[in-house]
């Protein structure tokens, strides 16, 4: 249960008021999620994701600056992704 109200907590945080839609699928069910530690600095992360195609965003110190980062461009992010 207590699980539970955790993902409730995530797909329902403030933060996602302001966050855009999936630039992969237009979906708008989006979560913030606690994200993984850096190994080098001993801090939380969080980031967000899509409901609908599981894509993840790039981490942030604050769910605050998960969903700026989110919101962010990532045409950026797919070009270098195709580079050789």
Not at 54 to 66: F, R, V, Y
Request: proline fraction near 10%.
């Amino acid at each position: 249960m207590k699980k539970d109200r955790k993902m409730l907590d995530a797909y329902g945080h403030p933060s996602l008021k302001s966050a855009r839609p999936c630039p992969f699928c237009s979906g708008t069910i989006l979560g913030v999620f606690p994200g993984p530690s850096p190994r080098t600095l001993r801090r939380d992360t969080y980031r967000v994701m899509c409901g609908e195609c599981q894509s993840a965003g790039p981490l942030g110190s604050s769910p605050d600056e998960a969903v700026a980062r989110w919101n962010g461009d990532f045409k950026g992010v797919i070009k270098a992704s195709f580079r050789g």
